[in-house]
């Protein structure tokens, strides 16, 4: 709410008590979709919700979090996921993952612009309902996703518009 929602999303922007609502209780709202809207309010596409991309563009936005407890007793290695990249009849989002990713060691938002060559080689296929999700680690001593380094944008606005 308070990095992206409060400041990009145009009903947020302009409503004082909205803003005091979203931060004060933010358990109320459906995160995903106002960050959904924030991406097409400061790319300038449209929200579409296609079958296999949120956008008009083609691409598909996606909200995930680092786990605060690691992967390993005694390690610096936290996991995470991107969900829902296949359905279970294995068919794959059309383009690009606009990815905002929550990282409570820092209490703060990391953006990934993953293109479809890169992301659709990293799947992982559940096995009993089919559905793909990507897991990734992020390193705390390096203070990296190391599975998306290169791909990451350095704020919301740059991956809001990039293509």
């Not at 979203?22 to 991406?39: R, T």
């Not at 400061?42 to 996606?62: E, I, L, M, N, R």
């Not at 991107?82 to 990815?99: M, P, W, Y």
């Amino acid at each position: 709410m308070r990095d992206v929602i409060c400041i990009y999303h145009p009903a947020f922007r302009k409503s004082l008590d909205l803003r005091a609502l979203g931060m004060k209780h933010p358990d109320i709202f459906n995160v995903a979709k106002l960050i959904e809207e924030s991406l097409a309010a400061v790319g300038h596409y449209k929200v579409t919700d296609g079958y296999h991309a949120d956008f008009s563009d083609g691409t598909d936005s996606k909200t995930a979090s680092i786990t605060k407890t690691a992967s390993i007793r005694a390690s610096n290695s936290y996991h995470g996921e991107i969900t829902g990249v296949t359905t279970a009849g294995g068919h794959l989002k059309a383009g690009a993952l606009r990815c905002t990713i929550y990282n409570p060691h820092k209490d703060s938002l990391r953006f990934y612009f993953l293109p479809k060559s890169m992301w659709s080689r990293h799947i992982t296929t559940h096995p009993s309902t089919g559905i793909g999700k990507i897991q990734y680690y992020y390193h705390k001593l390096h203070d990296r996703i190391v599975k998306l380094h290169g791909y990451e944008c350095s704020s919301f606005k740059e991956l809001a518009r990039a293509k």
